[in-house]
Nanobody
Framework: QVQLVESGGGLVQPGGSLRLSCVAS????????MSWYRQAPEKERELVTS???????NYRDSVKGRFTISRDNAKNTVYLQMNNLKPEDTALYYC?????????WGQGTQVTVSS
């Protein structure tokens, strides 16, 4: 069955870094665009960044220059490198895989930025 398993979340101080990973299985990874979303308490889920099957990326303005998405098709894994983290980055981070027809979600990994 399809699985997206995120890891790498945790508690970090402002200015710190984390690297999230999402390992995919059960579908043809290199035919799916991959994204990271996040949802803070009492807020809507929002798109953070995406990477297409061709490697093109986009980022929401608030994370540009701090976050980097990448993918390793050989390992069926997408990464999110997060640097210079801020308290407003605190959220549950979700991995998303999508095509024009199908999409899948992971269960999420918690990122908390606090001193």
């Amino acid at each position: 069955q399809v699985q997206l398993v995120e890891s790498g979340g945790g508690l970090v101080q402002p200015g710190g870094s984390l690297r999230l990973s999402c390992v995919a299985s059960g579908f043809t990874f290199d035919t799916y665009d991959m994204s990271w979303y996040r949802q803070a308490p009492e807020k809507e889920r929002e798109l953070v960044t995406s990477i297409t099957i061709g490697g093109s990326t986009n980022y929401r303005d608030s994370v540009k220059g701090r976050f980097t998405i990448s993918r390793d098709n050989a390992k069926n894994t997408v990464y999110l490198q997060m640097n210079n983290l801020k308290p407003e980055d605190t959220a549950l981070y979700y991995c998303h895989a999508g095509t024009w027809r199908y999409f899948y979600w992971g269960q999420g990994t918690q990122v908390t930025v606090s001193s």
